[in-house]
Structures are given as structure tokens and as C-alpha cells.
């Protein structure tokens, strides 16, 4: 017997409630990779090295240029904040400061969407696997004096079988999203911490430009 039919023969001894335990499987998988493909790859960016690009066009006042810059990279989050302070550059400090933040609140959102769904499938699926444990060893002690004597043990069986595998599938699903959660969450934070710690730096950046230039007019 292969792997597969093992655990599709193991899922049919869990009994009805393994239905509700695939499907918090289901959900999770599905939420890992659409996460995957959004905070991995559409959002994320080499920070450090997009921040030397626009810093560099900063500095040779092509504000222009370092939006272009920002409008070819795509859907990564950090562009999107940095691009809203640039549009603001000709402005004060406090302008700047809103558009950013704005910004900030557009997009962090979209970095920790859904997130909080794996905690609450890890919590359901190891609840619905006690659910049933004990849905299955109520059946086996319901049937047992129903039935003769020589027919006890496969009641018996039949009913701690469906308790052992909703509790091993339940966990199983409960340990996959924690997992995926922990993971994802770092990342996102992670990505979080990039937009909080460069739209700093692109404000202070854009402050000491704008420093600079009133400074050599007045001389």
C-alpha cells in the first residue's frame, strides 16, 4: 500500500468529522500560496539597493527619475510608500509625512491580509480532531452494548479508529497552518519594518534636500 491510499484508507476509518478537518486543510493550503505569492514575490524588493537608486536620484535633484524607478517595480510594497513621499518632495516636512503614512496605511494592510486565518484554522482544526476523538469513543461505548459479545471488538475498533486518526489528521492540519503562519508572518513583518524604516530615511532625505537648496539660494 502506497502512501496515498494509506492516508485516503486512514481518512475514511476518521469518519464525518475528517470532512470538516479537509477542509481546513484545503483553506490553508490555499491561503499559503496566494500569501506566497504576494509577500515572496509581488511585494518584496531588495530594499537596500531600491533606497541607493532613489537616494541617487535624489541627490541629482531628478525627483522625476526616482518615481520612474518606483513605477517599474511593479506591486512591491515599499516602492508604492516611497513614491507617494517623492510626489510630495516640492512640499514640506509635514506633507510628506501624510503621504507616507498614507501610503503606509494602503498598503500594510494588503502585506497582512488573511494572515490571521491560518492562527484561527490551526485552533479549529486541532478542536475539531478532539471533536472527533471523542465523537468516536461515545460510538464505541454507544455500540458496545448493542451488539453481542462477539462483535464487540470490531465496534470497538471501528470506534477508537476513528478517534486516533481524527486527532493525528486534525493535528496535522493544526501544525501545517501554525507553521505557515509563523513563516508568513515573518516575512511580512520583515516587509513591514523595510516601509517604516526607508519612508524615515526618504523624509529625511528629501528634508536635508530641500535644506540644501534653500541654502544655496539664500547665498
Known amino acids: 500500500m502506497n502512501t496515498v491510499s494509506f492516508f485516503i484508507e486512514q481518512f475514511k476509518l476518521g469518519g464525518w468529522m475528517m470532512y470538516p478537518i479537509a477542509v481546513c486543510f484545503a483553506v490553508t493550503i490555499a491561503i499559503v500560496f496566494e500569501r506566497l505569492s504576494r509577500i515572496v514575490f509581488q511585494y518584496n524588493?531588495?530594499?537596500?539597493?531600491?533606497?541607493?537608486?532613489?537616494?541617487?536620484?535624489?541627490?541629482?535633484?531628478?525627483?522625476?527619475?526616482?518615481?520612474?524607478?518606483?513605477?517599474?517595480?511593479?506591486?512591491?510594497?515599499?516602492?508604492?510608500?516611497?513614491k507617494a513621499g517623492l510626489q510630495r518632495a516640492s512640499r514640506d516636512e509635514h506633507q510628506i509625512q501624510n503621504a507616507v503614512d498614507a501610503a503606509s496605511l494602503e498598503v500594510i494592510p494588503k502585506i497582512e491580509k488573511r494572515l490571521h486565518y491560518l492562527a484561527l484554522i490551526a485552533n479549529l482544526a486541532t478542536l475539531l480532531g478532539l471533536l472527533g476523538t471523542i465523537s468516536g469513543l461515545i460510538y464505541s461505548f454507544g455500540?458496545?452494548?448493542?451488539?453481542?459479545?462477539?462483535?464487540?471488538?470490531?465496534?470497538?475498533?471501528?470506534?477508537?479508529?476513528?478517534?486516533?486518526?481524527?486527532t493525528a489528521f486534525g493535528l496535522i492540519v493544526a501544525i501545517t497552518a501554525m507553521i505557515a503562519h509563523s513563516w508568513l508572518s515573518g516575512r511580512a513583518a520583515v516587509l513591514i519594518e523595510e516601509v517604516d524604516e526607508y519612508s524615515v530615511k526618504l523624509i529625511d532625505l528629501l528634508s536635508a534636500r530641500k535644506y540644501k537648496h534653500s541654502t544655496e539660494e539664500s547665498i
Do not use: H, W
Open 143 to 166: 455500540e458496545l452494548a448493542k451488539v453481542p459479545a462477539s462483535e464487540r471488538q470490531n465496534v470497538l475498533s471501528t470506534g477508537i479508529a476513528e478517534a486516533l486518526n481524527c
Open 45 to 82: 524588493i531588495d530594499g537596500t539597493s531600491f533606497m541607493f537608486e532613489v537616494q541617487k536620484y535624489v541627490l541629482a535633484n531628478d525627483i522625476d527619475g526616482a518615481i520612474r524607478l518606483c513605477n517599474g517595480a511593479g506591486r512591491a510594497a515599499l516602492p508604492r510608500v516611497i
